[in-house]
């Protein structure tokens, strides 16, 4: 069974720093191009993030270009995002997916001070 | 902001058939395949149907999905009241080179 768990989410404070990881697991991790949506709270989905099977090429949604980082370890079947600059606009569950199709729970992260 | 279209809300009684249209743009519907996802409430999105009219296995087959031009819908026959949830459109946009999705549109079962 395919399964993502993300995790690292919180509260931080604006200006602040988070990095979200997913593990994944019952898929051949390398082998799917893997993604980050969020949803803030009562609002529809935003993709944010996706990166190639190899991790060699990556694309942002222009409202974190430039303040986030996706990454992957195929070693060790886990999605990164490094959150950096956060804002209050941030504040989102954040949510892996593999290749658009499977998603997991998603983890919260409320910026604010 | 999202670039696809939807309509807010779409409702029906237990067994009708429900219809919700998705409007985008020839960077996006117009050049690639419609996924279309189920949120129940407090859950995370659920795929329904991808490459525009596929079903991934699970997904009973009251849930339709079509896409002509830059436009594409979802079809729900039979509704019932587990049906009742969030759905959103969404298609690789070429232009934006990122994913977009729909507004959303909320499903009520009278």
């Known amino acids: 069974e395919v399964q993502l768990l993300e995790s690292g989410g919180g509260l931080v404070q604006p200006g602040g720093s988070l990095r979200l990881s997913c593990a994944a697991s019952g898929f051949t991790f390398s082998s799917y191009a893997m993604s980050w949506v969020r949803q803030a709270p009562g609002k529809g989905l935003e993709w944010v993030s996706v990166i190639t099977d190899s991790g060699g090429s990556t694309s942002y949604a222009d409202s974190v270009k430039g303040r986030f980082t996706i990454s992957r370890d195929n070693s060790k079947k886990t999605l990164y995002l490094q959150m950096n600059s956060l804002r209050a606009e941030d504040t989102a569950v954040y949510y892996c997916a593999k290749n658009w199709e499977v998603w997991g729970q998603g983890t919260t992260v409320t910026v604010s001070s | ?110």
């Not at chain 2, 670039?3 to 779409?10: F, K």
């Not at chain 2, 999105?45 to 594409?72: C, E, H, M, W």
């Not at chain 2, 070429?94 to 499903?107: A, E, M, P, Q, R």
């Open chain 2, 1 to 110: 902001q999202s670039v696809l279209t939807q309509p807010p809300s779409a409702s029906g009684t237990p067994g009708q058939r429900v219809t919700i249209s998705c409007s985008g743009s020839s960077s996006n519907i117009g050049s690639n395949t419609v996924n279309w996802y189920q949120q129940l409430p407090g859950t995370a999105p659920k795929l329904l149907i991808y490459g525009s009219n596929q079903r991934p296995s699970g997904v009973p087959d009251r849930f339709s999905g079509s896409k002509s031009g830059t436009s594409a819908s979802l079809a729900i026959s039979g509704l019932q009241s587990e049906d009742e949830a969030d759905y959103y459109c969404a298609a690789w946009d070429d232009s934006l080179n990122g994913y977009v999705f729909g507004t959303g549109t909320k499903v009520t079962v009278l």
